[in-house]
């Protein structure tokens, strides 16, 4: 019996498949949402968090990496470059995770767990070295720098209450690091060329961005990738894959097309 074009069974599993879908997308919700709430109220203290800044200043200039102000200077005489850098930051981040999520959970279920707890378990890190080792992002360190979020934006402010962010949360950087693991969700997942090119090339262009507008350094951009992927390779390796962390291939396939025997 068929009902609107499709079969009685095939309406039953799509509407328990929307279900589960808002299901987790819920649960995701109300963890972000909480994730910001306890990182807000565990904000560190003004000189500590300039003490530390200096401290990544420092280890930044041993590595002969420290270029943000050179980085910025390329763009502030474009206000078109200072707009696309901050689209980038503001609507590269949430909306798209969220849009990324919830294709991931709908079409790959498997792949959508995966990320979501690799999400949670590199939050609960993050939430502890936001108490530990406050950290003053460039904008807040350098009066070299430029804010350009908040002097040419208003949208971030609406997606991130002023009360539910902490000021001193530049290290790690997961602007850049859930980037990495929404990416790996879609090179993983998708099987055309363009949306795995995009997957490459969405969390390169957010870890530009959040170095353009001064809101993070690069050492912490490698902090938040590196926590990022070690709570995905840990999530892994409770769901029974093996596999050595240099091996790119098996980073990049899915879960749920891993074999029986192998997994």
Known sequence: MTHGGFRNGETLDARRAALAAARELGLMFVA???YFAIRGFTEGAYDDALANAQRVVDLEQLLHIHMEEELQDV?????ALVTLAN???IWGHWPFIAAVAAWLVISHPAEYRAIRNAFLVSGSIGLVIFATFPV???RLFDPTLV???TEHSRAYRVLQPPALVNQYAAMP???FGWNVLIGLGIVRCSERRWAKAAGVAAPAAMGLATVLTANHYLLDLAAGAAIALA???AVELARGRRFAPW???AWVRPLERVPADAA
Do not use: K
């Not at 763009?75 to 206000?79: A, K, M, P, R, V």
């Open 231 to 233: 709570a995905l390779y």
């Open 32 to 34: 972000v949402i909480a």
């Open 87 to 89: 689209w980038v930051y």
């Open 247 to 249: 091996e790119m291939r």
């Open 173 to 175: 950087s997961f602007h």
């Open 75 to 79: 763009i502030l005489g474009s206000h």
């Open 136 to 138: 003053a992002p460039p």
């Open 147 to 149: 804010d350009t979020v």
